[in-house]
């Protein structure tokens, strides 16, 4: 009865194991349908929360600062889904952001370099020479995008339980042997575990609503009290303090707010030489 | 039945010995590691201090000594091949899954562990403090990284390299046993009569290149069936003492069938 994610190298390899998994664990199959639920809520373009998870921010496309609005309104959906158990996550980053629950097994999914390599010069109609250096490119530009969103390197085997690689091992040994990993005894939930994943489902409720607000907030939950912290001048504390006060209170399961103010001593000290 | 050559890459005190011990001890295999080096070091009459250093230590700046290097490990990747072509294998030492080249069937694992808990098994081990473990992994990770590097142009810690990463966590030594045990007897890492020659040809190739090497440092070589062909760049009269040089090989090594020289040809990648 655990959570499984998965992240891939390749988006539609990933999804293929995890619907596999899914349907061999009996379990609901999360995945990149949410985002139309998240569009219609805060009234954002599918296309542009699609972009935030694959596009590093650029003039044209997704600022980062937007990017962070949507990948916040992504980890609230996301959050929200886990927390019922019984679930096979894949395509919403969760790997970066899903930390510390024990019941949660996380696994990366390496396609084939081979098959890569055939299908991209294939669907681009390149040479495999100019496909290779579009795949070392996209894989760069991955990279810079997990490390610019959530400030680590998601090809790092050391994020997952375990790193399969498809080179030699077919796509139904791989779900089958994550089907074994997931049933072992300690990715059950225990009452701490579950207790971890509705504080993370809790703040990231809290964060969705109050980053249109202040950006720069992060928030942490225990329970029903909610730990909100947040830079600011010293004149500012206490008209912010009362606004996330209100707004955070106003979530249903939130019965405590803390506010922490960190007072941001260089921009005083710039205005001052204005 | 079922037989597996498996190599585990693992980084210091992440536990992946005892992995490979224990899987050894499941499957009914050899389990092999420094006996690689003592094997290498018999057969070259080289210190086996030497050979440690050749696959341990990072390449100096200046890149000095890098032939005796590359001798040494064309030594050490000679007696490796020699061991794995007998089956039945458990390989944890270094870069086994780099000097095992091109032989599909070979199940590569490398088991990792957090920093964290590295450093507490070292600190048990050494009894060293907490800030001196931690600094002398992150040390000998990095040394890794470079030999690695420099001589294959790759990063240990990419997960390409694997057929499975496992690390040792929440998993437990048990359970990655378990694990590896169980994979190994699917049938992509079983032997066949024609991987069982492949090994062989790789076996065979790596003997003929460490014989040549010390003298002849700018070769490569290939073998299919027992067939040999010896790569040079070059194309000069060196090319001639190196016909003449494997025209002997192919007396002393009985299992060559024929031996050619291809001189002034760039090296095919699946070369040793």
């Known amino acids: 009865m655990s959570v499984v994610i998965i992240s891939s190298d390749r988006y539609h390899k990933g999804r293929e194991i995890a619907q596999k998994t899914s349907e061999a664990l009996d379990y609901a199959l999360l995945d990149r349908e949410i985002l139309e639920t998240v569009a219609s809520k805060y009234n954002i373009p599918e296309e542009r929360l699609r972009k935030s998870l694959d596009e590093v921010p650029s003039l044209l496309g997704v600022s980062s600062k937007m990017r962070a609005l949507y990948l916040a309104y992504i980890e609230e959906a996301t959050l929200a889904g886990l927390s019922g158990d019984r679930v096979v996550c894949h395509g919403l980053v969760a790997h970066l952001y899903v930390l510390g629950v024990s019941h949660?097994?996380?696994?990366?999914?390496?396609?084939?370099?081979?098959?890569?390599?055939?299908?991209?010069?294939?669907?681009?109609?390149?040479?495999?020479?100019?496909?290779?250096?579009?795949?070392?490119?996209?894989?760069?530009?991955?990279?810079?995008?997990?490390?610019?969103?959530?400030?680590?390197?998601?090809?790092?085997?050391?994020?997952?339980?375990?790193v399969i690689s498809l080179s030699q091992i077919e796509a139904e040994k791989a779900v089958k042997t994550i089907v074994e990993m997931a049933g072992y005894r300690k990715f059950k939930p225990m009452t701490y575990s579950i207790k971890c994943i509705k504080d993370k489902e809790l703040a990231t409720k809290v964060r969705a609503t109050l980053m249109s607000y202040y950006p720069d907030v992060r928030v942490r939950a225990d329970g029903t009290t909610v730990v909100v912290e947040t830079n600011a001048l010293k004149r500012e504390k206490r008209k912010r303090t009362e606004k996330i006060k209100e707004l955070a209170g106003r979530i249903p399961g939130v019965d405590y707010v803390e506010v922490h103010v960190v007072h941001d001593l260089l921009r005083p000290a710039a205005e001052s030489f204005r | 039945m079922i037989m597996a050559v498996i190599t585990i890459s693992r980084g210091s005190y992440s536990k992946g010995k005892e992995v490979a011990e224990k899987v050894a001890e499941r499957l009914g295999y050899e389990c092999i590691s420094r006996e690689v080096l003592l094997d290498a070091s018999d057969r070259f009459h080289i210190p086996e201090i030497k050979l440690v250093r050749a696959i341990h230590d990072a390449p100096s700046i200046l890149g000095r000594f890098s032939h005796e290097r590359q001798v040494f490990i064309a030594y050490i990747q000679s007696a490796l091949t020699r061991r794995v072509q007998k089956d039945k294998v458990v390989y944890h030492g270094l870069a086994g899954h780099l000097l095992i080249k091109g032989i599909p069937h070979v199940l590569k694992v490398r088991i990792i562990a957090d920093l964290a808990d590295r450093a507490a098994n070292e600190m048990a081990r050494e009894g060293v403090s907490e800030e001196d473990a931690r600094s002398l992994i992150l040390k000998d990770d990095e040394e890794r990284r470079q030999w690695t590097r420099s001589l294959y142009g790759v990063d240990p810690w990419d997960c390409q390299l694997y057929d499975f990463v496992l690390r040792i966590h929440r998993l437990t030594v048990g359970d990655a046993v378990d694990f590896i045990c169980e994979a190994a007897k699917r049938e992509a890492f079983t032997t066949t009569p024609a991987l069982q020659q492949k090994m062989e040809d790789l076996a065979l190739a790596c003997q003929v290149k460490a014989a040549l090497i010390d003298v002849f440092p700018d070769t490569a070589v290939i073998c299919e069936y027992g067939n040999v062909v010896v790569y040079t760049k070059k194309s000069d009269r060196s090319t001639q003492k190196l016909q003449k040089r494997a025209k002997e090989l192919q007396k002393e090594i009985e299992e060559i069938k024929y031996i050619e020289v291809h001189a002034g040809e760039s090296f095919p990648p699946e070369a040793v």
């Open chain 1, 104 to 162: 949660v097994l996380k696994v990366r999914i390496l396609a084939d370099p081979k098959e890569v390599l055939r299908e991209t010069a294939s669907r681009e109609g390149l040479s495999e020479e100019k496909a290779a250096k579009l795949i070392k490119r996209q894989a760069l530009e991955r990279q810079r995008w997990s490390r610019g969103a959530y400030r680590q390197d998601e090809t790092g085997a050391s994020l997952y339980d375990m």
